[in-house]
């Protein structure tokens, strides 16, 4: 649960946003390094990987109330 918060936070399994400057771009590659990092000390096995990844896709996805809101 951790991890996959930390991933959806660094944007680690989303593409960057498509107009960035120089410093923005090295904020958001630096952000996704150390989750990399992180991920490289654990080593967890292919399987657990992609249950991280969809985890923390799901993190991103918006919380809806109700039925109304799809």
Do not use: N
């Amino acid at each position: 649960m951790v991890l996959a918060d930390l991933a959806a936070e660094c944007g680690m399994y989303q593409a960057p946003p498509v107009a960035l400057d120089t410093r923005q771009s090295g904020y958001v590659d630096g952000r996704k390094a150390m989750f990399a990092r992180i991920l490289s000390m654990i080593r967890i096995p292919p399987e657990e990987h992609a249950a991280l990844q969809e985890a923390a896709r799901l993190e991103t996805l918006p919380d809806f109330k109700h039925e109304e809101d799809f």
